[in-house]
């Protein structure tokens, strides 16, 4: 199996334009200031929308989808698509448990008075870098990308509603915009070294 890049062309576009964006901001900011700056922008409408799309980004989500690519893929897909899931599982665990186990979420640094929660969102303080939910989205969508997006617009629809996925865990705080952005990149290189295995 070939890997088309025109298939995923659109989708890398935009997310690597995300993430490029969103590490500038990184990169001249400081992080817990970065972090309020974009929580008081909020409001009810907000507060349910992400509080229910970042469940997208939980591999639940993706298990429950997996059997209809398998029942719809091609041999070599069948192996793409179990491969990437399980090379994002296992780089995000291994990051954020081996590497980065004392990296930490915004509620460890910022008091819960300065933020504004969500009822019903439970905030987790530790093991925090990078976004699991965000691996598992980024792989999980650019494989979507590859196996069904045929134009432009699905690509780019894909594309957009990952990135949402991934600022959700922004918005209820359960991560800082570094966490994302590098779950993100982590989501994305599982996709290619799962690949590069099915091509050998």
Request: glycine share 4%; net charge positive.
């Amino acid at each position: 199996m070939e890997l088309n890049m025109k298939r995923v062309r659109y989708f890398l576009l935009i997310s690597l334009a995300f993430i490029f964006l969103g590490l500038s901001f990184c990169l001249t900011n400081d992080k817990i200031k970065l972090h309020l700056e974009i929580n008081q922008y909020h409001d009810r409408f907000l507060d349910i929308f992400f509080k229910n799309i970042t469940a997208i980004g939980d591999g639940a989500f993706a298990l429950i989808l997996l059997p209809y690519l398998l029942c719809y893929t091609k041999s070599r897909n069948y192996f793409l698509s179990l491969s990437t899931c399980l090379v994002a599982g296992v780089l995000a665990q291994f990051f954020k448990k081996v590497i980065f186990p004392d990296m930490y979420s915004p509620i460890k640094f910022i008091p819960i008075e300065d933020l504004h929660l969500i009822t019903g969102v439970q905030l987790h303080s530790a093991q925090a870098f990078s976004s699991v939910h965000t691996t598992s989205a980024f792989a999980f969508f650019i494989l979507l990308a590859f196996l069904f997006a045929r134009n432009t617009v699905s690509q780019i629809i894909f594309g957009v509603l990952v990135i949402l996925v991934g600022f959700s865990r922004i918005y209820l705080s359960q991560h800082f915009l570094a966490d994302v952005l590098f779950g993100a990149s982590l989501g994305i290189i599982s996709f290619f070294i799962s690949s590069i295995l099915i091509n050998q």
